[in-house]
């Protein structure tokens, strides 16, 4: 006798949260603890030759739990949600078949939406449209058309960043394409049939405490070698107009490496935008009412959740 229930949904457990927060050591231990494996949530862990300036989980943090979707493709290759989805997608059935766990780890909060969601079907670029938005940028600078986004869009302009040229332009594209913003259009989209049964856990400390831990990371970084590892790429050929390298971190000591700023005020740069990277990330999760959030400290309760988690799984199975 045939069963009418539909197949159950394969498991996912995301550990989201802002940088700095303490994702990578946690992760760990709790991938360890509950026999799953890592896929990378990073948007720019996935680029080779990014080591410091991305917080990469070192060799020897890789090497006590398989990470996946780490060291992917070289700083001058072109890299998106939709793809991370396709390859995302295909580790988790890899890894399943293997009779292991999937814990999405990471801070890129499209990226963990694209896998879990799925992406909104998006208009066809119109290269009328774009064009005259590329020229708006060159005539009238970048923060011209972040001001218009942050009019007719301020849901996605609180979640872009106003360097993030090709976000800005193809938002503002979109809604001169369907007179609905962008943000309401994926928002819509959230509610279609999922593919995977989801345990969202946000990890959070006070501003504060969140924000010493970034000032302390920049100058731990520079101290690892991040001078040194911008000097290698910018010597390899990377231009800093990369999307890798315009990053934060790359693109402040880039400057500084080029006689344009003091050593001190790249410093000084790196940690505010960290700060301000951080905080829009927290506004990007808090958007998604289905994360619980816990402090890394919280170990307990964050262990207890993910047990439940399973246990009601199994109770289904």
Request: aromatic share 8%; no cysteine.
């Amino acid at each position: 006798m045939t069963s009418d229930r539909p197949p159950l949904r394969p498991p996912l457990v995301i550990i989201a949260g802002p940088t700095a927060v303490g994702k990578t050591s946690l992760s760990i231990r709790l991938a360890k603890k509950f026999g799953a494996e890592i896929i990378n949530a990073d948007s720019r862990q996935i680029y080779k030759k990014l080591d410091i300036g991305t917080a990469k989980p070192t060799k020897e943090e890789q090497s006590e739990v398989p990470h996946h979707l780490v060291d992917l493709i070289n700083p001058d290759e072109h890299f998106n949600a939709a793809r991370f989805a396709e390859l995302a997608r295909s580790k988790i059935v890899e890894i399943n078949q293997r009779e292991k766990r999937v814990f999405v780890v990471g801070g890129t909060g499209l990226y963990i939406k694209a896998l879990v969601h799925g992406l909104f079907p998006a208009p066809p670029s119109d290269k009328t449209t774009k064009e005259q938005l590329v020229k708006e940028t060159e005539i009238y600078g970048l923060s011209f058309l972040y001001e218009k986004l942050k009019k007719v869009d301020p849901v996605s302009a609180q979640k872009i960043h106003p360097n993030d040229k090709q976000r800005i332009v193809r938002a503002l594209e979109v809604y001169y394409l369907t007179g609905e913003p962008i943000s309401k259009l994926q928002e819509q989209h959230r509610f279609e049939t999922r593919q995977y049964e989801t345990l969202k856990i946000a990890l959070y400390r006070p501003r504060e405490e969140l924000y010493d831990r970034i000032n302390r990371r920049v100058l731990q970084m520079i101290d690892q070698g991040l001078l040194e590892e911008v000097k290698s790429l910018l010597l390899e050929g990377y231009s800093p107009e990369l999307n890798s390298m315009t990053s934060i971190g790359y693109q402040h000591i880039a400057r500084y490496l080029k006689g344009e700023i003091s050593l001190e005020r790249a410093i000084e740069l790196l940690q505010r935008d960290t700060r301000r990277y951080a905080k829009r990330q927290i506004t990007w999760f808090k958007g998604d009412k289905e994360y619980i959030w816990l402090r890394p400290d919280e170990y307990d309760e964050i262990e207890r959740q993910i047990d439940a988690f399973y246990k009601r799984r199994s109770i289904q199975e």
